[in-house]
């Protein structure tokens, strides 16, 4: 007989039901099941895991945060939210540094 088992949302800590693994209506859900309450999540860990591995710029992770709702971002785990942080922070000091490298041209010319 199908089964509901209990999860918890490995990002958020949400807590959500999904089929057993061995059931058949399993099949019908998406992998990612298992570990996310929602592709929210999903998304949201993929962004900072790839950030924190290098796979993609500050400027690319936050192009993609930008997509994703940020709205529960204090439920998150410590290390997504630092990472989170991080990817705010830096992309903030990359467009700084941006105007003000126009500015120094201007005042050079
Ligand atoms: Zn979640």
């Known amino acids: 007989m199908a089964k509901r088992i209990k999860k918890k949302c490995i ?3 949400t ?4 089929w057993c693994p061995t059931c058949k209506e399993a099949l019908s859900q998406p992998i990612w099941k298992n570990e996310f309450h929602d592709k929210n999540c999903l998304d949201i860990y993929q962004i900072c895991s790839n950030y924190n591995m290098k796979k993609i710029s500050v400027k690319n992770a936050k192009i993609k945060l930008d997509k ?27 467009k700084q540094k941006q105007t003000k490298r126009i500015k120094d041209k201007k005042d050079s010319d």
Do not use: R
């Open 11 to 13: 990002l958020c800590g």
């Open 15 to 18: 807590e959500y039901e999904i």
């Open 68 to 94: 994703c709702d940020l709205s529960k971002k204090d439920d998150f785990t410590l290390n997504t939210q630092k990472i989170i942080k991080e990817i705010l922070d830096k992309s903030k000091i990359h």
